[in-house]
Nanobody, 126 residues
Framework: QVQLVESGGGLVQAGGSLRLSCVAS????????MGWFRQAPGKEREFVAA????????YYVDSVKGRFTISRDNAKNTVYLQMNTLKPEDTAVYYC???????????????????WGQGTQVTVSS
């Protein structure tokens, strides 16, 4: 079991930036992959980005490539999502999730992530 707490959301104008953080507790953080997902009103939760347990491989949905960067600090049990050049369509509640298969090198699929936190709201105004 792992507990996740997201933070860093807010209201920003289109073209702006935000940095989300997710702090994990309950298991050895450096052993498992982490991901960011988002859910807009009336839509299903969708995959945004993932990072390998070691931090040396990252994956993104096409719509955020070149704008978002996922990273992790295993010493701080934290995964980050740096979001630049934000667009109104990025508006959603953002969640982090964990794929708890220790030292698993992929491939990673959204259905393998869980242990969701409470989420953090990101609103991008036009």
């Amino acid at each position: 079991q792992v507990q996740l707490v997201e933070s860093g959301g807010g209201l920003v104008q289109a073209g702006g930036s935000l940095r989300l953080s997710c702090v994990a507790s309950g298991r050895t953080f450096s052993h498992y992959a982490m991901g960011w997902f988002r859910q807009a009103p009336g839509k299903e939760r969708e995959f945004v980005a993932a990072i390998r347990w070691s931090g040396d491989n990252t994956y993104y949905v096409d719509s955020v490539k070149g704008r978002f960067t996922i990273s992790r600090d295993n010493a701080k049990n934290t995964v980050y999502l740096q979001m630049n050049t934000l667009k109104p369509e990025d508006t959603a509640v953002y969640y982090c999730g964990a794929d708890l298969r220790a030292f698993y090198d992929g491939p990673y699929y959204p259905n393998n992530f869980g242990s969701w936190g409470q989420g953090t709201q990101v609103t991008v105004s036009s």
